[in-house]
């Protein structure tokens, strides 16, 4: 599934930052290319031993720095490796989203996501459709221009 | 500043072909704090290692980053290469561009770009490493058994045969679990208690096993190598030591008519009772329920009611006032056998997700049984003498109707998966019906037959075909009364007919369920459970009887619905398992687990309330002359995993997980 190269060129290439645990969704990746399958190269992966260890500050640090999306993926409910971290993570996330909303960042740009170690296809399509509605959102405005805009 | 030495593998074509190796090679030299940044076909090949080793002493490297593929393949190679140049390996990282780059992209110049950002990540992130240890931690060599079934009973004789000391507690008067219920085991009918008996006996004389019946564990403490284990002995109103056994006191007892639970409730017991003769320990109990004495004193009668027990004990060994006593054991390794139950098929159910099946009429029509019923029914020691005889009028059943899957595979009745025994031993209820009822016809209705293992279909075919079970695949809408018979509406789905039958008897093969109070035991353990209570090991196929907490393991049919070669091969698994971590008196760990800045730390718990393991303790500061100034967080290292979500729940940040650290991940996303 990768990206028709017409429509490439004409459209911005968003960059987006993918916060994964080690146990189900890195070695869901790995079994994706293990599997060859094509994907769109605008993910690029950062390692955790579990979505337990993410810290919102990495969400919000990753847009100040340029990311235009965020994915953030781990076992599924009940297969957390560490018994419950991802039910932390889901908790936390579910606060995050909320601010997200109300500092002004479409919580689009954010894709919470559960993907395990023998999912290689659904992380493929996990990464291609946020890259996708990424695209579409167009490039993160940085934080003090949404601050900005929300004054006015 | 940092030396770090960047080497960019090719994995001869695999990333070659896809990301311009020298390319990234080169981009990476030009990093500050990168001294050293070279690209080579075959990074994980001996020659390859050379170059890293080399490149450690001659540059003075003090971080390694190797771009090549996944770090679950090659990591613990590279670390060891480090470590041989004498480097600390945790001072060694992988950037992924195998897996996560070139197999998965085709556009030469993209993955090159690419590959670079994820090497980057790494550069940057390893400039925050720390030099690391392993860690030791002391193994204390006994294991705690808990549940006395024959899992129970062959992990403990296995690990004791090892040379290790064993506490088996077993929550029932005598051990042997189910399998001394039974009457003849498939694949090979021979009899249960023949082979069971002998390993009972085993032990109960083992010099280095410590058999506590009738107790049941009340908590669990510690970590792997390291459990501290309160075990509740439940009061028997016997005092062990002087009892002998002679049996005076259950023949003396005069309340002679109550349901024994051995006898599946087809037979009677007293009230002070061994539940079955070979019972091991072969010590009575008192069920004080039941007994004449209790129940005048708990309505407050002055004068002892009863007490005979007491006066034909010779030994005197009975005391109607003894308590639960309690007692704690250390141990380094915990195996949890505690086995299954038959659902419970009447109307009520314990759980609101369970649904009986009330058109069965199980509980008001006495000739309505389940298998273990028929086990006890076919029994030789049974109370039946091994006779089959219905409950309700003691005459021989002609025709006997029996179900499979009664609750199995019914998603609707709560239980969506399949109990594995019930196809061999209705099999084996239908052959041993035909031995003793030559003349007696049996109809199984089946979903479908289940026979996998050595000898099971064959074992199935036999009954079909040489004790002339007649099996109908379809299921059955009702049992009802009609006269002396029971009505048996159905349908066979083959032929599509209704079927309609009446049978003398129907014996119900209901789900295998996981004991009562076991998600209890499980939270003491920190042991997860699926959905139905079933225990949950680390990885179906590659860790099948461990579980997620280090040092406890499972066997038998608490993990799932289990005979008995499956249960006796986990249980003898789990005991390789426990033997291999007694081998060494310490234990060695990766130490990327979290620490504590006690500087900083406030002791607010909330890393204690998010830890899955309960591996944050309190610590107290003190000042010199003694004086508390607070209590902090700190993490038994024995017992954290590093998942790290304490760190990302810690307000002030004062917890830290080596090899994730907060500086190394934003340092990575700095590096976007
Ligand atoms: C009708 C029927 C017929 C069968 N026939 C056969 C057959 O022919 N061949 C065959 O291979 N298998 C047969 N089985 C299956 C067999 O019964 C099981 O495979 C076997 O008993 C499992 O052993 P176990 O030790 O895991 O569990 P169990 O036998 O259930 O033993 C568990 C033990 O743990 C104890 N316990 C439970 N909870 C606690 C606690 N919290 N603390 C302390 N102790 C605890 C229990 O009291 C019990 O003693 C049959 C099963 C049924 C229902």
Redesign the pocket.
């Known amino acids: 599934m990768s990206v028709p190269a017409k429509e490439k060129a004409s459209s911005f290439e968003p960059n987006i930052v993918a916060f994964v645990c080690n146990w189900c969704t890195y070695t869901g990746a790995d079994l994706a290319g293990t599997s060859r399958l094509n994907m769109a190269p605008n993910v690029r992966i950062i390692r955790l031993p579990c979505t337990g260890r993410i810290d919102t500050l990495f969400i919000l640090k990753a847009f100040e720095r340029g990311a235009d999306g965020v994915i953030v993926s781990g076992c599924h409910p009940a297969d957390c490796h560490y018994t419950a971290g991802n039910y932390h993570a889901r908790r936390r996330f579910a606060v995050f989203r909320e601010l997200m909303e109300f500092m002004g960042v479409d919580p689009q740009r954010i894709t919470f996501s559960w993907v395990s170690a023998s999912e290689g296809g659904k992380w493929a399509e996990v990464v291609n459709s946020t890259t996708e509605k990424v695209r579409e959102l167009g490039p993160f405005v940085s934080y003090p221009r949404v601050a900005h805009a929300q004054v006015k | 500043m940092s030396r770090i030495g960047v080497f960019i593998c090719h994995c001869g074509e695999n990333i070659g072909r896809t990301v311009d190796c020298a390319q990234v090679a080169q981009a990476m030299g030009e990093l500050p704090g990168v001294v050293h940044s070279v690209d080579y076909k075959y990074m994980c090949s001996d020659p390859g290692q050379a170059l890293i080793k080399q490149a450690i002493k001659e540059h003075n490297l003090d971080g390694v980053v190797v771009g090549a593929c996944s770090p679950h393949m090659h990591e613990k190679t590279f670390r060891k290469a480090a470590a041989a140049a004498g480097l600390n390996p945790y001072l060694c990282e992988m950037a992924n561009i195998r897996e996560h780059c070139s197999w998965i992209h085709e556009d030469r110049a993209e993955a090159t770009e690419k590959a670079k950002g994820l090497v980057r990540f790494i550069v940057e992130k390893i400039k925050y490493n720390r030099p690391l240890s392993n860690i030791f931690i002391p193994v204390n060599r006994r294991a705690l058994v ?7 009973i062959q992990a403990a004789l296995d690990i004791a045969d090892g040379g290790r000391e064993v506490i088996l ?4 008067s005598s ?5 001394s219920q ?1 009457s ?3 694949p090979t009918l021979d009899c249960s208690q023949c082979i069971l008996t002998p390993r009972m006996v085993e032990v109960a004389q083992h010099p280095r096993i410590k058999l506590l019946a009738y107790s ?2 009340e908590s669990v403490d510690g970590y792997i190598g390291n459990f501290e284990v309160k075990i509740r002995q439940k009061a028997r109103s016997i005092d062990v030591s002087k009892c002998n056994g002679c049996g005076e006191c259950t023949k003396n007892c005069p309340n002679k008519k109550i349901p024994s639970e051995f006898e599946q409730g087809l037979g009677f017991r007293t009230a002070i009772y061994v539940p079955f003769p070979q019972a091991v320990p072969n010590i009575p109990v008192l069920d004080r329920d039941n007994c004449a004495l209790f129940k005048g004193r708990a309505k407050g009668v002055k004068k002892q009611v009863c007490g005979k027990c007491a006066t034909v004990c010779g030994r005197r060994a009975i005391d109607f006032d003894q308590q639960d006593s309690f007692i704690t054991e250390k141990v380094g390794a915990i195996i949890v ?4 139950q ?1 659902y419970w098929i009447g109307k009520e159910q314990e759980s609101e997700i369970l649904h009986g099946y009330g058109e069965y009429g199980y509980g008001t029509i006495p000739d309505v049984i389940d ?2 019923q ?2 006890r029914l076919a029994s030789a020691s049974g109370p039946t003498g091994g006779k089959i005889l219905r409950p309700s009028d003691g005459k021989e059943p002609k025709k006997i109707v029996f179900l499979q899957c009664i609750g199995s595979r019914d998603r609707a009745k709560g239980m969506e998966y399949c109990s594995k ?1 019930c196809c ?2 209705v099999a ?1 209820h239908t052959m041993l019906y035909h031995h003793k009822v030559h003349d007696g016809k049996a109809i199984v209705f089946y979903m479908d037959i289940r026979a996998g293992g050595k000898g099971y279909d064959e074992f199935v075919r036999r009954a079909i075909e040489e004790s002339h079970a007649l099996y109908l695949r379809g299921r059955v809408s009702s049992l009802t009364r009609n006269g002396d018979t029971i009505r048996v509406q159905g349908v066979d789905t083959l032929s599509g007919e209704p079927v309609s039958i009446d049978a003398d008897m129907v014996v119900l093969a209901t789900a ?1 369920r996981p ?1 009562p ?2 998600t209890s ?1 499980a939270q003491k353990l920190s042991v997860s459970y699926d959905l139905h209570g079933f225990l949950n090991e680390a990885h179906p196929k590659l860790r099948p009887v461990e579980t997620n907490t280090a040092g406890i393991f499972v ?4 993990q799932a619905p ?6 006796v091969a986990m249980a003898s698994a789990t005991a390789s398992k426990v033997l291999g971590l007694f081998s060494n008196e310490q234990l060695e760990r990766e130490p990327l687990i979290a620490r504590v800045d006690r500087q900083t730390c406030t002791g607010c718990f909330h890393c204690e309330r998010v830890c899955p393991y309960g591996a944050v303790e309190r610590f107290e500061v003190k000042d010199r002359k003694g004086n508390l100034i607070k209590v902090i967080a700190e993490v038994n290292q024995g017992v954290c995993q590093g998942c790290g979500t304490c760190q990302a729940t810690c307000p002030s940040k004062s917890i830290e997980l080596d090899g994730f650290t907060d500086e190394q991940i934003f340092a990575a996303v700095n590096a976007l």
């Not at chain 2, 507690?169 to 029932?172: L, T």
């Open positions: 808990i549940g006395g079934g024959i899992a129970g507690v077993e929550k029932e051990i042997g679990g189910h399998m039974l003849e085991t498939f049941e564990v056998a505690t086995g299954y038959l298998g273990l028929f086990e025994i061999m031993y084996k295998m004991q109070g076991i035991l066997a038998g049919a608490c289990r005979d008995i070669p499956d249960s």
